[in-house]
């Protein structure tokens, strides 16, 4: 798992409130991502980081936030979830493999909004 | 812009036969090509990738692929399937090798082995 944790792994919270989820990883690797799963779709890109305070869009970036304030930490802000915003939520980590590089996930968090 | 399509959100085979799983992408520039495997409950986990070398790639648990530029595909393969390989499988393409690289993923094929 290269060192990824999420937190937390399972959360329900209500439309209109503000959600906050982590990626911690152990090993100071400078690109961190942020993806949501839902079925049909595969993985769709939220947000990235390509070093402390160095974020940009992705794919669905609408209604979300990021921050990383240290290498190791990546947040993700829901800033007032919405129904459509139930996923599963996926980080994800960059590692320079020499010649090409490969990307290790966490385990992902499932967020529920009703 | 990239894209990927699997065909078939859903694969039944039996265990023993062939599994067969459909991927085709579009990019404007070589692509760089990985297959991705997803047990329940689980993150994703690298099957196997292609990065210009090879064209037949060989990755983990039996798996292989072979990139087709002609066609634009990147089918996986496995001979024989067995009940372990019931999990989601997604082919994804990325437009450089290099650190930072954004992967697009295909929608996924789910994978169901009948003993």
């Known amino acids: ?114 | 812009a990239q894209s990927v399509t699997q065909l078939g959100s859903h694969v039944s085979v039996s265990e023993g036969a062939l599994v067969l799983l459909r991927c085709n992408y579009s990019s404007s520039v070589p692509p760089y090509l990985f297959w991705y495997v997803q047990y329940p409950n689980q993150g994703l986990q690298l099957l196997l990738k292609y990065t210009s070398a090879a064209t037949l790639v060989k990755g983990i648990n039996g798996f292989e692929a072979e990139f087709k530029k002609s066609e634009t595909s990147f089918h996986l393969t496995k001979p024989s399937a067995h009940m372990s390989d019931a999990a989601e499988y997604f082919c994804a393409v990325s437009d450089s090798r290099a650190a930072g690289n954004k992967l697009t993923f295909g929608g996924g094929t789910r994978v169901l082995v009948k003993p």
């Open chain 1, 1 to 114: 798992d290269a060192g990824i944790t999420q937190s937390p792994r399972h959360k329900v919270t209500e439309t209109g409130t503000p959600v906050t989820l982590r990626c911690h990883q152990t090993e100071n690797h400078r690109y961190m991502y942020w993806y949501r799963q839902d079925p049909g779709h595969g993985l769709r890109l939220i947000h990235y980081s390509y070093g402390v305070k160095d974020t940009d869009k992705g794919e669905v970036s609408d209604g979300y936030s990021v921050s990383r304030s240290k290498t190791e930490d990546f947040l993700l802000t829901l800033e007032s979830a919405t129904s459509s915003q139930t996923s599963v939520y996926f980080c994800a980590i960059s590692v320079d493999r020499g010649a090409n590089t490969e990307a290790f996930f966490g385990q992902g968090t499932r967020l529920t909004v009703v």
